[in-house]
C-alpha cells in the first residue's frame, strides 16, 4: 500500500484525519448488513467481460469540473483507449446499477448523507469551492449521482472477481471517504461497500486485501475496515 504518512498525512489521529476530510466526524459508522433488496449484485451475460463502466462516471458539469486538478472524463477516455487497441468492445463492457440510499446505508451514517443536501459540503468534499454556491438538486444530479454509480460498479467488481477470476470497475476507488466523513474528491465509501456487500453476500468471503496504489494514504478505508 502507498503510503505519504508523515507528509500529506500527518498521522491516523482523529484530529489530523478531521483536518484533511470534508466533514465532522460523528463517529463510527454503525455496519448494516446490504439490503436484501439491492440491484447492485447481477449477473452478466457470458460473453461479457468484468470490465465495468459506465457514461455517467464522466462528470460534465457547466465547465466547473475543470476547476479539479483531476480529469473528470479521465474513465470514458480509459474505455477509449481500451476499445481502440481492441482489447475490448463496447457490448463487452459491464454497466453497472448506481447505489441506491438504502445501499450506502450500510457503511454510511445517515448523518453523513444528510450532510451531502449541503452544496457546502459538497464543494469542501470535492475540493471545487463554486460548487458550494449551487443548487443542491444540480449537485446531486451532475456529480453525486455519477459517484454512486461508480459506488455501484466497485461493488459489483467484488462479486464479478469472485466468479471470473478478476474484475476491473474503472470509477471508484473513493480512498479518502469512510462511513462518516467524506473528502479528496471521494463523496462514498465504495470499497468499504464492496468489501460489506462481498462480505455478506458471497460464500466464503471473510477478509479482504485493499492495495492501494494512489499517491495519498487511503485514510477513508483504513478508518472503516481496521477498526
Ligand atoms: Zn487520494
Not at 448494516?32 to 462528470?59: A, M, N, V
Not at 469540473?65 to 470514458?76: M, R
Not at 470509477?171 to 465509501?189: D, L, M, S, T
Request: proline share 6%; charged share 20%.
Amino acid at each position: 500500500m502507498a503510503t505519504t504518512e508523515g507528509r500529506a498525512f500527518p498521522g491516523r489521529t482523529p484530529e489530523a484525519l478531521r483536518g484533511y476530510l470534508g466533514a465532522t466526524f460523528a463517529g463510527p459508522p454503525k455496519l448494516r448488513s446490504p439490503p436484501q433488496d439491492s440491484t447492485l449484485y447481477f449477473d452478466i451475460k457470458p460473453e461479457q467481460e468484468p470490465l465495468i463502466y459506465h457514461e455517467s462516471y464522466d462528470i460534465s458539469f457547466l465547465g466547473i469540473e475543470n476547476l479539479h486538478p483531476f480529469d473528470s472524463k479521465k474513465w470514458g477516455k480509459i474505455l477509449a483507449f481500451l476499445k481502440q487497441r481492441r482489447t475490448i468492445k463496447e457490448q463487452q463492457v459491464v454497466k453497472p446499477n448506481k447505489a441506491s440510499t438504502n445501499d450506502l446505508l450500510a457503511v454510511h451514517t445517515e448523518e453523513y448523507l444528510l450532510s451531502l443536501k449541503s452544496s457546502a459540503q459538497v464543494a469542501s468534499i470535492t475540493e471545487v469551492a463554486p460548487v458550494a454556491l449551487l443548487p443542491n438538486f444540480l449537485v446531486r444530479r451532475n456529480l453525486l449521482n455519477n459517484f454512486k454509480m461508480q459506488t455501484g460498479g466497485s461493488v459489483l467488481a467484488g462479486k464479478l472477481a469472485v466468479e471470473r477470476g478478476w474484475a476491473i470497475n474503472l470509477g471508484g476507488g473513493f480512498h479518502h471517504c469512510c462511513g462518516c466523513a467524506g473528502g479528496g474528491f471521494c463523496a462514498f465509501a465504495d470499497i468499504t461497500l464492496c468489501a460489506y456487500f462481498a462480505r455478506d453476500r458471497l460464500p466464503g468471503i471473510q477478509r479482504v486485501m485493499v492495495i492501494d496504489l494512489d499517491a495519498h494514504q487511503g485514510n477513508g478505508h483504513e478508518r472503516d475496515l481496521m477498526g
